[in-house]
């Protein structure tokens, strides 16, 4: 029961449409704490520099990550996501990025999987 005596309606939707309910107001930056902790943990994982480094960013969202790995002086960044209003808002967010051909975005379906990677180098195994 709410505040006000009524009880909170609880939808279900499939994921297209939550994303696309949600993306207008999905911010680009880390914007609480959790989101805080999460991206420190994240940034800490990938190098201070990528210079001339080609980054991909699976289910990119609002482009946070892509702006990250540009600010890191990633050469090119590419963004993959379902969500074509997630898509959307990361094209707002990176529209001189994009302009400039840094970074591109594309729609993709995609399935969870594990990448093998190079011990030596961290990049992806041949």
């Known amino acids: 029961m709410s505040l006000f005596g009524r009880k909170p309606v609880k939808k279900t939707v ?5 994303y696309a309910l949600w993306a207008k107001k999905y911010p680009a930056m880390a914007h609480n704490p959790l989101m805080e902790i999460e991206q420190n943990a994240m940034l800490s994982l990938l190098p201070d520099r990528l210079d001339g480094k080609r ?3 699976l ?4 482009g946070r990550y892509l702006r990250l790995m540009l ?6 960044a ?3 996501d379902y969500s074509p209003e997630m898509l959307e808002q990361a094209s ?3 529209a001189p990025q994009i302009t400039d ?3 591109h975005l594309t729609r993709g379906v995609f399935f969870p999987c594990l990448l093998q990677m190079k ?4 990049s992806l195994a041949d």
């Open 92 to 94: 707002e967010n990176l």
């Open 14 to 18: 499939d994921v297209l449409t939550g």
């Open 78 to 80: 590419v963004g993959v």
């Open 119 to 122: 011990p030596s180098t961290g």
């Open 55 to 57: 980054c991909l960013d």
């Open 59 to 62: 289910a990119c969202g609002s």
């Open 71 to 76: 600010n890191r002086n990633a050469a090119r």
């Open 101 to 103: 051909g840094s970074c």
